[in-house]
């Protein structure tokens, strides 16, 4: 098989420690790093090969496979690391139901050396995704454990490591492929793809690193900004409650040039540090320019860098604003999937392509469907000036166990990007799944409107929906998703007098369900298109009848016209804020993208430009 793009060679592991950054001289993220806002100097990707074994009768818990000496017989496969063992790029292409599967990554003698590890430090393993239930090993000890397929964690493994200079991780992770109230987003839980759902993607699928850092340091940090108060606070939080008081710094700077800084004393865990940034507006992050600050943070002996971009997100009389200015969202639907690697990119350089492809294409933000963000992926959208809605995959029914998993699992994602500028709105349900019978279940409307009050909570600084496409209880927006093919029919829908009846309490709207539930929903609100278009068209599965697609056409020409006359009929609603187009890539079955899963657009990419992007 040959080397997917990004893996490393056979043997080869460890991606090696980068030098000391300093942000005043404009420094940025290695283009790979899986937490762009929280640099520290020295790191190292655990990538490439690592011991595989499936456990189908669940034996490896008994027979202590976690253990030295004995774990090493037990892993008879090789796995590519970050890919799924469902992908053809892990090396194992395995799509059956293998509810447990068990890795042994190898940290090789002399690394820990060379991420300046020693006496009086701690080591943390970052994993930035394990499908669905993790426990990790290390040299044979339990080093912790993590519920949750989507939300990156961390363990501080210093205590677990043996004498040896060899060390090994050994993670095994368990995802019941049937278990409907997980948090699965497009994840089939049936045999094999079918309808709108895909591939399952089981174990490690996102980054797994290593850093080494002071006894004390910092373990989470954030931004709060607000253009209008000219304000950057910073949301530090300890590993653990200090001693005595932790002295901390805050540098901003720009262009090798600095532009605020504070000092202060941390005598919590955690703190927030105020930074006042003058003639802030000089320094706003808007879509036009995308500026972002260099930050540095020093708490006793912990150095980090981040970024920071100054911008404020609000809700106006039609429109999502920027900075106070109104925005028209030319959006696209971004599953993040790729045929050979499913939901995790080939490499970075595939992220790179995928934001110069929405661009290009003439869209102004995108939104990430039924997964939580990459971070690396948001990192890109800051310096882009793309402008995201957030998501996390949704269970498909709604029971104590998925409320309380999505609960848990959105609040860590939450709290881990919530310093992206690109994020514009948060989605935790999306299309009542996971809350199936919001209409008529009280318990179920009244969890939704906790999930967006839970939300703005956590961030107070950007619009918070209950619910995405219908069926809105506590929404910031109105977003409806509407597939209607029939340009004539968009065009008298969305007209003023359509929009004003769509806002009504117990109006059906698109797909025949109601868009405002109960009588806490404001209704005088923008109201975006948040999903259209589906159109189908793949020439070879158009003639078979195969592939899925909300409506299909069987020319580009067909494609074309058909394009050009939906978005022209959306466009002449003055009291729509924005759309969302369905989708940019063919995935899977689904054949309705503006690209195949190539990523090669099926029209002449002015063409396409011309249908979406600005007039």
Known sequence: MATPRGSRPPGDSIRGSRPPADPIRGSRPPADHPRPTMVRPHWALLEGRAGFAHDDQDVGLRQGWFREGRDAQAFDRTIRLPFPPESRASGIGDTGFHPVVWYRIAIPAGMLESLGHGPGRRLLVHFGAVDHDAIVWVDGTEAGSHQGGQSAFTLDITDCLGPGPDHHIVVRAHDDPTDRSQLRGKQDWQPRPHAIWYERSTGIWRPVWLESV?????????????????????????????????????????????????????????GRIRVSIPHARRW???????????????????????????????????RLEINGQPTYLRQVLEQCYWPDSLYTPPDVQALDDELALIAGLGFNGLRIHQQTPDPRLLY??????????????????????????????????????????????????????GVPGIAHDAEQAAFATAMATLTRHLDPTRPALSNDGWQHVDSDLLTLHDYTARAVVLRRRYRHKGVQRLRTRDQVGPAARFIVLGDEQRTQL??????????????????????????????????????????????????????????????????????????????????????????
């Open 380 to 433: 890109r959208a800051d310096r882009a000036g793309l402008l995201v809605f957030a998501e996390i995959g949704n269970a498909m029914e709604y029971t104590p166990l998925a409320a309380r998993r999505l609960r848990r699992e959105w609040s860590d994602t939450v709290l881990a990007t919530r310093s992206h500028p690109s994020i514009v709105c948060w989605v935790p349900i999306n299309e009542s799944w």
């Open 214 to 270: 002071p006894d004390t340091h910092i373990s989470q940090l954030s931004w709060r900004v607000s253009l209008r108060e000219g304000t950057a606070i910073a949301l530090i939080e300890l590993n653990h409650a200090p001693r005595r008081g932790v002295p901390v710094t805050v540098t901003l700077g720009l262009g090798g040039k600095p532009i605020a800084a504070t000092r202060a004393t941390l005598r919590e865990r955690a």
């Open 526 to 615: 923008p109201m975006l298109l948040d999903e259209c278009g589906g159109v189908r068209f793949a020439p070879g599965a158009a003639r078979r009848g195969g592939g899925w697609g909300y409506s299909s056409v069987r020319t580009a020409r067909g494609f074309r016209r058909r394009l050009a006359a939906i978005m022209t009929a959306i466009r002449s609603s003055d009291a729509l804020g924005g759309f969302c187009w369905t989708q940019l890539t063919d995935t899977a079955q689904e054949v309705n993208g503006l690209c195949d899963e190539q990523r090669r657009p099926k029209l002449d990419p002015e063409q396409l430009r011309a249908i979406f992007g600005p007039r």
């Open 284 to 318: 706003a992050w808007s879509p036009a320019n995308p500026q972002l600050l260099d930050a540095t943070i020093s708490a006793g002996d912990d150095r980090v860098t981040s970024y920071v971009g100054m911008r404020d997100v609000s809700v106006g009389t039609r």
